[in-house]
């Protein structure tokens, strides 16, 4: 469905535009294997800059500037955020981040979801940290962070 809906479009306007706004022009792209590709992949790797700004980074930063705690968002990637914390407050960040990333996005009538993953580990370099692609329990998180100290 998504990827007839994709090619329909492509085919019908020579452009996509995601739910931000942001659009992918085809006007002058020669409509091969490799154009379709780049549409199928565009609105998902679209969207997710802007939900990570607009849905985690932002209410992430108001949210750790009321609590007063020593945590630090220390950068924000395309696709990721990079914080610095201690122990004691990782898992209220991580559970707050992961509601707020919780943001679907409309394709014709189809709600989807980006997933959330994270990691920890003692330095930025996650030598002998910990990966999670499915979200952890907070028994499991507490317990890998504790790993870690």
């Known amino acids: 469905m998504y990827q007839r809906e994709i090619r329909k479009r492509i085919l019908a306007e020579r452009r996509l535009v995601n739910a931000w706004g942001r659009d992918l022009s085809f006007e002058w792209v020669r409509l091969d294997d490799d154009a379709y590709r780049r549409g199928y992949a565009f609105l998902p790797q679209s969207s997710i800059p802007p939900i990570l700004n607009q849905c985690g980074h932002v209410p992430l930063y108001h949210w750790l500037m009321a609590r007063g705690g020593q945590a630090k968002i220390v950068q924000n990637g395309h696709d990721s955020l990079l914080i610095s914390t201690p122990p004691a407050e990782a898992w209220a960040i991580a559970d707050f981040l992961h509601t707020a990333l919780a943001h679907s996005v409309d394709y014709w009538g189809v ?20 990966e999670w692609k499915r979200w952890p329990t907070r028994e499991e998180f507490e317990a890998t962070v504790q790993g870690l100290v």
């Open 111 to 130: 709600p989807l979801t980006i997933p959330v993953e994270m990691k920890v580990g003692r330095d930025w370099s996650f030598v002998g940290g910990h």
